[in-house]
């Protein structure tokens, strides 16, 4: 199977997509076709035995053949022309916006290309962290107490300390932990840098945090291990940047059956039948034997293959299982109805 690696795109995350893509080199055996969408989203094709973080940084990738994106897939000009890439699916690897707020994914399923990733609806709820609380409250899953805040509000925090997010991006960009009233200005002028809303919630120190990754194949669920990330007062954009090159492999949490078995059914009513198509990582918190979402990381960094056994045949298998969408027949029977009564 060749698999299409999307990445890049117009986001704060745009740097991280292209570490988190190329890590798949050792970690996929299949063969890889690299389509980058750069700042100004213009695809290009990058040859997999030449792609290197610097190709992009020194802007070099755009020596390399211009793709557009249309009807089953992508294409670049030729002699007779056009030529379609080949590919058997699509890798959203795109982190962020673009590929993680369903622009790139309406593309997809607009010109009908099969890819593996979030689709629109997942997208709209992951990717807001105002809206990922809500719809954890719906499907029964515990939150930490939060507070949402837009660009102008007059917010008030009753006391301290609290984490200030920025509700659309992820990898802890403009997120800070606010100690003091005196604090809290300039926490909210980062956080407003990067967003026009922000979440404002506890902060709770020492907190314990388990990470479990998994997918929906033949409708039966698949888990990764569940890992407890490494212990710091939060992981920070430069920890978690360097965590998107990750391809080895990570060491199991130790937790009791009962406390595994709650991450698992947390996890089972987050993905639902939302996230099909897609393999995602929930971010969970304990507290008190109680389990609470803390993030759903719909394309989480380097598809987080280091909590898999096997990952390069997981991911075959989820290619080999998307959902389809249901073909609409149009008929034009209403207004055919209507010519008819007007003797048309």
Do not use: W
């Not at 299949?30 to 969408?37: A, D, G, P, R």
């Not at 990750?246 to 060491?251: N, Y």
């Not at 009791?256 to 009513?269: L, T």
């Not at 987080?304 to 073909?327: H, Q, V």
Request: charged share 25%; glycine share 6%; proline share 3%.
């Amino acid at each position: 199977m060749k698999i299409a690696i999307v990445f890049g795109g117009s986001s704060y995350e745009h740097e991280i997509s292209i570490v988190s893509s190329i890590a798949m080199k050792e970690v996929l055996k299949n063969e890889l076709v690299y389509l980058f969408c750069d700042q100004h989203r213009d695809f290009y094709e990058i040859p997999q035995k030449i792609i290197k973080s610097k190709l992009f940084s020194s802007g070099e990738y755009t020596k390399y053949d211009k793709l557009f994106i249309g009807k089953n897939g992508f294409f670049k000009k030729s002699m007779l022309g056009q030529k379609a890439v080949e590919f058997d699916v699509v890798l959203n690897l795109t982190h962020g916006g673009d590929g993680e707020d369903g622009v790139l994914a309406s593309l997809f399923e607009f010109f009908n290309i099969p890819f593996i990733g979030p689709r629109v609806e997942a997208c709209s709820v992951s990717s807001h962290k105002f809206l990922t609380k809500g719809y954890a409250k719906s499907v029964n899953v515990k939150t930490i107490d939060y507070a949402f805040y837009t660009k102008g509000d007059t917010i008030e925090v009753p006391s301290f300390p609290v984490i200030i997010k920025p509700v659309r991006l992820g990898s802890s960009i403009g997120v800070s932990i606010v100690k003091s009233l005196e604090e809290l200005e300039y926490a909210c002028d980062v956080a407003f840098e990067f967003d026009d809303a922000i979440i404002i919630e506890p902060f709770i120190s020492g907190v314990k945090e388990y990470n479990l990754a998994g997918t929906k194949i033949n409708g039966e669920f698949v888990f990764s291990m569940i890992e407890e990330p490494q212990k710091v007062e939060f992981l920070d954009f430069d920890k978690k940047y360097l965590d998107f090159a990750r391809t080895s492999g990570a060491v199991e949490a130790l937790l009791s059956s009962e406390i595994q078995e709650k991450i698992k059914e947390s996890f089972k009513k987050l993905y639902n039948t939302l996230f099909e198509g897609s393999l995602i990582r929930c971010d969970f918190f304990v507290v008190d034997n109680e389990v609470y979402i803390n993030e759903i990381n719909s394309i989480p960094g380097s598809m987080a293959n280091y909590l898999f056994d096997d990952f390069n045949a997981l991911l075959n298998s989820l290619a080999n299982n998307l959902p389809t969408k249901k073909t609409i027949v149009i008929n034009y029977e209403y207004v055919n109805k209507i010519h008819s009564c007007k003797g048309k």
